[in-house]
């Protein structure tokens, strides 16, 4: 059975980098979404991107974040400046034309 | 966003079926309601999903009221793997047909030997 993959699964980073989070969604997979998790927290939505652009964001994905899907597969979540608030699990998701989203197992982004 | 309500924990016996409630009053009549599980910090995983009918799959049950303002979703036998924390969901859809998920703090359920 296909799955969303994400890599890496962790990432230990400085205060003021840049992080890119990779996806790869289930091949025919239309819509593309990030969450995030900050730890002991709720599962928080971020944006969605469908037509190689974004439908909707969240208050959370301020201008130091974008997304894109570069190559037609990979499905990327760039944090420009990253902050120690940003530490948390971040997961992709896709669906295709059926209504379920389906998650990866995440990147757990640590931000020193 | 409509809200959900879940009770925060709840305990099953290993064998025993699994009863989680949600509240979800608010609901408008084009709105589906999921359930989604998360093991520790693993992304979180699909169980089911409905609209007004009640809905089986491999994994579990789902009871929608007719009124729709509350469902239960069943575990039949549950085992030790189904300790999670399981959310009850109402699906938000967005322009172009996207969707999001608005997740509250969902029950967390063990499952004892």
Redesign the interface.
Known sequence: EPE?TQTPSHQVTQMGQEVILRCVPISNHL?F?W?R?ILGQ????LV?F??NEI??KSEIFDDQFSVERPDGSNFTLKIRSTKLEDSA?Y?C?G?GVQ????????T?LLVL | DAKTTQPPSMDCAEGRAANLPCNHSTISGNEYVYWYRQIHSQGPQYIIHGLKNNETNEMASLIITEDRKSSTLILPHATLRDTAVYYCIVRVTLIQGAQKLVFGQGTRLTINP
């Open positions: 969303v819509y979404y969450y998790q709720k599962v928080e939505f969605s469908y037509n439908s909707e699990m997961f998701a669906r209504e379920t989203q389906y998650f990866g197992p995440g757990r």
